[in-house]
């Protein structure tokens, strides 16, 4: 098989690794600060994770290039295009990464990055409101462009100390994610059941809440506070239910796409270690650890399953996928 040939069957969600890949490092670079880890740990899974999302963007590039009418297609269909939208939000988080290293380079990244998904995101869920869409292929991936990539903004500029335009990041999150669930959830109960070989985006449902949590933690200075709780429940809760879901999920064997369950994963590594530290009772202390455990188990899991198939050459679909 051609060079050529195995970047037009890179599929736009194959984004979804950076997420989970990178929030599992940032977290083990935290941990190391605690002294829970040691340093290289988390900088190389950051270097991995900041590695696959720069490959993956001049993959993009190249298939705008050498096959525009398929990213178009993607571009269009309603069930492919949210993932474009962590092109932009990958950066961003890359950019959490750079700023021990390069501040100008990481700053300009994050701005780059916010400006990209804010622009994407007027540009192709705005039309939506035009109406004529049907809700059958309103699925959890829904949550990427308006809500996974704010929250992604709202951590990077929480953490290169800009918590006020972080806190509002977190405000279009935020409310984007509790207008977009009761659709999404209505369509997950009472429409045709999702595909085995799509059920995967389904994982996606587990982030918000986790996600949130970690967003609102860094633009609040790591304290763990009443509304942490709140959200940490709640992504608790999507925890119970994707567990009990386990074996629907995977009817269809393993796939790539099952790296949507990774970014509420690792968020939810990430919020863990923060209340671990949040010096709240032995109970809250026994959870943490569970919850980083835990975390940690599933995401190298997905790490080792994922390398198993790139070994045997089945990790790429036969062709990009696009549909809806």
Request: glycine share 12%; aromatic share 12%; proline share 5%.
């Amino acid at each position: 098989m051609s060079s050529l040939q195995c970047i037009q069957r890179v599929p736009v969600g194959f984004f979804g690794m950076v997420l989970g890949v990178f929030g599992l490092g940032s977290a083990w670079r935290y941990a190391a600060t605690l002294g829970y880890g040691p340093g290289w740990l988390g900088e190389s899974l950051i270097f991995l994770g900041s590695a696959i999302w720069l490959a993956l963007a001049l993959i993009y590039l190249c298939r705008c290039l050498i096959d525009p009418r398929a990213v178009r297609d993607e571009f269009r269909s309603n069930t492919q295009f949210s993932f474009i939208s962590l092109l932009p939000a990958g950066g961003v988080l890359v950019s959490i990464g750079l700023h021990p290293y390069s501040l100008p380079l990481a700053n300009g990244l994050m701005v780059a990055g916010s400006a990209g998904q804010l622009i994407f995101s007027a540009w192709r869920c705005a039309p939506l409101w035009r109406g004529e869409f049907a809700s059958e292929a309103t699925t959890p991936g829904f949550y990427l462009p308006t809500v996974a990539a704010n929250f992604i903004c709202a951590m990077a500029f929480g953490t290169a100390g800009h918590p006020d335009i972080g806190m509002m990041f977190l405000g279009a999150g935020l409310i984007s994610w509790l207008t977009l669930e009761p659709a999404i959830i209505h369509r997950l109960r009472t429409k045709a059941a999702l595909p085995a070989a799509a059920r995967g985006v389904i994982g996606i449902q587990l982030a918000p809440a986790f996600v949130a949590c970690y967003a609102w933690l860094c633009v609040n200075g790591n304290d763990f506070d009443t509304f942490a709780l709140i959200l940490l429940g709640y992504g608790l809760l999507q925890l119970f239910f994707m567990l009990r879901l386990v074996r629907w999920f995977f009817a269809g064997g393993f796939s790539p796409g099952m790296w949507a369950f990774s970014f509420g994963l690792s968020a939810m590594a990430n919020a863990s270690l923060r209340l671990l530290q949040s010096q709240r009772g032995a109970d809250m202390q026994v959870l943490a650890w569970g919850l980083f455990a835990l975390a940690n188990l599933l995401l190298i899991g997905l790490m080792v399953k994922t390398l198993w198939l790139l070994l045997r050459g089945k990790l790429l679909p036969a062709k990009t996928p696009v549909a809806g």
